[in-house]
């Protein structure tokens, strides 16, 4: 399955994700395309819809103390919600799908997450650290919210000027 990265502003990163119904090939497949993909991107996290899937499916891929990351720790998470969360914490955070532009976000500095596999079975996560950031950032998408979303007016006003700019010098160059 070849897939591509939808890109800011395109709507459909706007778009609710569905709920997995079907635990089946398709899904497995569709996983399977989007891990290499997050790989060659250099991305930690990748949900669905960044690759033009409505559903709520999302991989996290969180690198280890040595910064190296290994499919051992490669999280696949199916219609996960968040259930408890506590605690705030700041991060520079960035996004395969807003490509070049990184700003601090507030998010839970703990969160418990309830989610399935690929094949269907219910699982239950505590998460801290980055990987609590990358849940929240993932779970976002599938509700159609990027993290520019969730500057402030006068930085969201910023990242336009500074994207449409980078987009601009991205066409010059090809
Ligand atoms: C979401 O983000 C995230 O701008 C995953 O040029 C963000 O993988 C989780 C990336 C912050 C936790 C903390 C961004 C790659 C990758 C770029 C990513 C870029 C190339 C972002
Ligand atoms: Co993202």
Redesign the pocket.
Known sequence: MKLNIVTYPDKKLKQKSAKVENFDTRLAELLDSMYPLMME?????LAAIQVGYATQALILNIPDKDDIQTIDNLVEMINPVITSKKGETV?Q????S?????EDITRFEEVSVNFQDRQGNTKTLEANG?LA??IQ??IDHLSGVLFIDKLSYSRRKKFEKEYKKMLKEKKNSK
């Open positions: 991107t250099n991305g930690i996290g991060y955070e960035g996004c395969l807003v490509p070049t532009f990184y980055l950031i990358a950032h993932e």
